[in-house]
């Protein structure tokens, strides 16, 4: 069954605003990957995350790796109508070292 | 990073017959993978292809059903047989650069009627 959880499934936020999606394991990590795909388009890597309590920024996207390595999450600071699309998070299991996606965070802005 | 194509980026087939997607890497990988996404959903991972073995599938995929072929480094083909309805998705091809991150192809979308 699935076992990485993300959540929110679906967010509309106002052009300006904040946005969170968080990422949560049932297990272990070795590392989280974050990965961007736009409508109609494919998914894109954003950033890995290996370390545990790893935070790394991009612009205006701010990534955390919690201290257990089970959990993750993605913050967009006063979000721009580019910013639509679905963010998935993809862990990296330490078990048998595949990588499972996350059902992912469509967001939406409103104007 | 890599640069991947795909081939045919959409079609419509009928039920029964199969079609076979390819997928073009700019790059020698060694990782090459083969995943489904219905429309809205995440990614599912059909099989895990590697250069010179047999693919590795996934639980509820059988190469039967999706037979993959990597001839060389840059190249591997999915071939989606006897379709059905069920099958129509979008089916991406990626890639594995260092350290372990996944490059995608755009996609094949896939209407079966």
């Known amino acids: 069954g699935q076992q990485v959880m993300q959540i929110p499934q679906y967010q509309h936020v106002q052009e300006g605003e904040d946005f969170t999606t968080y990422c949560n394991s049932s297990?272990?990590?070795?590392?989280i990957q974050w990965y961007k795909q736009r409508p109609g388009g494919h998914p894109v890597f954003l950033i890995q995350l290996v370390k545990s309590g790893e935070v790394k920024k991009q612009k205006r996207l701010t990534f955390q790796f919690g201290e257990a390595k089970k959990n993750s999450s993605l913050h967009i600071t006063a979000t721009q109508t580019t910013d639509v699309g679905t963010y998935f998070c993809a862990g990296l299991k330490v078990r048998d070292d595949k990588i499972i996606f996350g059902k992912g965070t469509r967001l939406h802005i409103l104007p | 990073s890599a640069v991947i194509s795909q081939k045919p980026s959409r079609d419509i087939c009928q039920r029964g017959t199969s079609l076979t997607i390819q997928c073009q890497v700019d790059?020698?990988?060694?990782?090459m993978f083969w995943y489904r996404q219905q429309p809205g959903q995440s990614l599912t991972l059909i099989a895990t292809a590697n250069q010179g073995s047999e693919a590795t599938y996934e639980s509820g995929f059988v190469i039967d059903k999706f037979p993959i072929s990597r001839p060389n480094l840059t190249f591997s083909t999915l071939t989606v047989s006897n379709m059905s309805p069920e099958d129509s998705s979008i089916y991406l091809c990626?890639?594995?650069?260092?350290?372990?991150?996944?490059?995608f192809g755009p996609g094949t979308r896939l209407t079966v009627t």
């Open positions: 990626s890639v594995e650069a260092p350290p372990r991150e996944q490059y």
């Open positions: 297990t272990t990590l070795s590392n």
């Open positions: 790059s020698q990988v060694t990782m």
